[in-house]
């Protein structure tokens, strides 16, 4: 979906709206091994005076989807320390209603060489590109596109950085159901039974996401 230039005007004043706030988030971001000037690199901040239609929002980490051209999106995750599921009429991640569902991590595009790692959410891609690596995410497994094939298959191998629950399975049927095997190999990197690429790196460092990828 194109953007019109009131849109964009809008997720503009919203990342310059939330970007200076990031050191709210600075012991959050740390718990999980992400460096705060890193996360700045990536334009992500935090919201205390939400811009209309993120007024649900309040407090959260907002994370933009940046191209060239700035912002064409953004999610917002929840940063206090609770559990998220066990509070009525709250979510862990929220959107804007009527936010498009799109690509996390779209810049890494460039910077890749013949492959690529796909994660499924936001934080995992980020991991991975702190570790050096080139990354997306799927915001949420269930949420895979079929055209997203399409830029995939400029790669020669795409390493899926599946989650380690029934979900991970679900994207990994759904990747390689649309991605042209006989051109780009999808390549799959199962995490252990309940974790995911963040928390690997937690307890094992870059040095395990790299092994995997040269395995």
């Not at 929220?94 to 013949?114: E, H, I, M």
């Not at 570790?131 to 055209?147: D, F, M, S, T």
């Not at 997203?148 to 991970?168: H, K, M, P």
């Not at 991605?179 to 799959?188: A, C, E, F, Y």
Request: contains cysteine; hydrophobic residues 35%.
């Amino acid at each position: 979906m194109k953007l019109s230039k009131e849109q964009r005007q809008y997720l503009e004043r919203a990342w310059e709206t939330y970007a200076p706030n990031l050191g709210d988030a600075e012991g959050w971001l740390a718990a999980r091994g992400l460096d705060l000037e890193f996360a700045a690199s990536r334009g992500l901040g935090v919201v205390r005076d939400p811009l209309p239609g993120h007024e649900n929002a309040q407090g959260y980490l907002a994370i933009p989807y940046l191209t060239r051209t700035g912002p064409v999106n953004f999610n917002f995750r929840c940063i206090q320390d609770h559990n998220c599921k066990e509070i009525p009429h709250h979510s862990k991640y929220r959107k804007r209603k009527g936010s498009p569902t799109n690509l996390y991590g779209v810049l890494s595009v460039a910077q890749a060489d013949d492959w690529i790692v796909v994660t499924e959410g936001e934080i995992d891609a980020l991991t991975w590109q702190q570790a050096g690596v080139p990354a997306l995410a799927v915001p949420g497994a269930e949420n895979w596109k079929e055209h997203w094939a399409n830029l995939l298959e400029d790669f020669s191998r795409v390493y899926l950085a599946e989650d380690g629950d029934d979900a991970g399975k679900d994207l990994w049927i759904a990747m390689s159901e649309h991605i042209d095997q006989s051109n780009t190999m999808v390549v799959r990197m199962r995490m252990p039974d309940g974790e995911d690429s963040n928390s690997m790196y937690l307890k094992h460092g870059k040095e395990y996401l790299l092994g995997r990828i040269k395995r």
